[in-house]
C-alpha cells in the first residue's frame, strides 16, 4: 500500500495514511480514460438546436396558383421549403449527446485517474476542511498553504462556507465527494482530498 502525508489547513504533516492498491495503484491506460471523459462532455451538450420544420412555419394552405396552364413550376402552399420563408428540409431538433460507458469501465477510469495523480505527486489528504465564515482570503490562504492554485477540492459533504468561498477563486472547483468524476480530476493539476473523504472513494469503488 502507497503511504501518504496527511496535512492540515496550514500545510504542516499530521500525520500518515495508507492508500488501497485496488484504487490507487492500478494500471493507468489513456484510451479508457478518454473513452470516459468523452462520455462526460457528450453528455453536457445542451442539443437545444432546433429549427421550423414545413407543418410549424406561419402561413396559409392555400395552393398559390392552379396547376396547369401559367406555365410555371408547380407549387403547393407557402410553406413549401423551395421558396422563402418556407420550412427547413431535414434541420435539427432538439436532441441528447448523451451515451453510457459501462459501470465496470467508469468505475475503472476513476481508479486510473486517482492513480494518475498520486504517481504525480499532485495528490494532497488534508486531516478536514472546515472554514467558519464566507471568505475568499481564507481559502487562498488555504490553497496557497499547500502550495497550489489550479486544484480540484473534494468536501466530505455540503458545506457552504467552503463552497462559497472558492466560487470566486479561477482555476479551483470545490465538489463534493459523491460528485467525484474522471474529467474534473484530470482537468485540474492537484487533487486535494480530506481524509474523511477516502473511507467514501473506497467504499464506492470498492
Known sequence: MAVVEIKNMNGEKV???ELPDTIFD????????????????ASRRSGTACVKGRSDVAGSTAK????KGTGRARRGNIK??????GGVVFGPSPRSFAYKVPKKVR????KMAL?????ENA????DQITFDRIKTKDFIGFIDALGTRNALVISDGASEEL???ARNVPKVKVLRCDGLNVYDILKHKDLILPRAALKTIEGRLA
Open 115 to 119: 492513480t494518475s495523480k498520486l504517481r
Open 163 to 165: 463552497e462559497k468561498s
Open 64 to 67: 398559390l396558383f392552379r396547376q
Open 15 to 17: 500525520a500518515e495514511a
Open 123 to 126: 495528490l494532497t489528504v488534508v
Open 80 to 85: 413549401s421549403p423551395l421558396l422563402k420563408g
Open 26 to 41: 492500478v494500471e493507468v491506460k489513456e484510451s479508457v480514460l478518454h473513452e470516459v471523459v468523452k462520455m462526460q462532455l
Open 107 to 110: 468505475k475503472l477510469a476513476l
